[in-house]
T-cell receptor, first 113, second 115 residues
């Protein structure tokens, strides 16, 4: 079967840095992506890693270690608006070949003043 | 970025009736559409994958006769929940993938409440 593990909730203060980890056990793997979802809204794409290493996109960075089946999302300079659920998701083939996503259970991030 | 429009955003229907949710890609041709459902505070569960002009591929445990998916054009996919029951109440989200795109774009989601 497929499983992705991430913490259920994380709390941090404005301006801080927070890391959300994701470990996966899947039969096959192509890439790991991260999505943000605010209450009642649709997921928004944040970042994607197909190769080992760090990808930086503004305040958000994502890391992947394929050998460890592990990745994380790093959020810097936290803002109140970053309070949301964050999902890691595994894809099994490249997106442009019709790759579907299998999502983790999500991490609820609460940013406090 | 690319836009995927989903309609309706909210729908309430009576038990036993059917309801249709539309997913349109507005500025790209979605060769593949994915349909997910999400219960409150839970993950997105993939229901099915549809390629334009082909029958949808359903995930294990998803009843294909209950959740009818049509992807007749490159810009429109529909999900019809047939004979809806209260346990079908959920947030349904579509996503689209276009040729040459490197990411999947999600619709805004549709809240279905069956009473």
């Amino acid at each position: 079967g497929q499983s992705l593990e991430q913490p259920s909730e994380v709390t941090a203060v404005e301006g801080a840095i927070v890391q959300i980890n994701c470990t996966y056990q899947t039969s096959g793997f192509y890439g790991l992506s991260w999505y943000q979802q605010h209450d009642g809204g649709a997921p928004t794409f944040l970042s994607y890693n197909a190769l080992d290493g760090l990808e930086e996109t503004g305040r958000f960075s994502s890391f992947l270690s394929r050998s460890d089946s592990y990745g994380y999302l790093l959020l810097q300079e936290l803002q109140m608006k970053d309070s949301a659920s964050y999902f890691c998701a595994v894809s099994f083939i490249h997106y442009n070949q019709g790759g579907k996503l299998i999502f983790g259970q999500g991490t609820e991030l609460s940013v406090k003043p | 970025g690319a836009v995927v429009s989903q309609h309706p955003s909210w729908v309430i229907c009576k038990s036993g009736t059917s309801v249709k949710i539309e997913c349109r890609s507005l500025d790209f041709q979605a060769t593949t559409m994915f349909w997910y459902r999400q219960f409150p505070k839970q993950s997105l569960m993939l229901m099915a994958t549809s390629n334009e002009g082909s029958k949808a591929t359903y995930e294990q445990g998803v009843e294909k006769d209950k959740f009818l998916i049509n992807h007749a054009s490159l810009t429109l996919s529909t999900l019809t929940v047939t004979s809806a029951h209260p346990e079908d109440s959920s947030f349904y989200i579509c996503s689209g993938l276009g040729q040459g795109l490197n990411t999947i774009y999600f619709g805004e989601g549709s809240w279905l409440t069956v009473v």
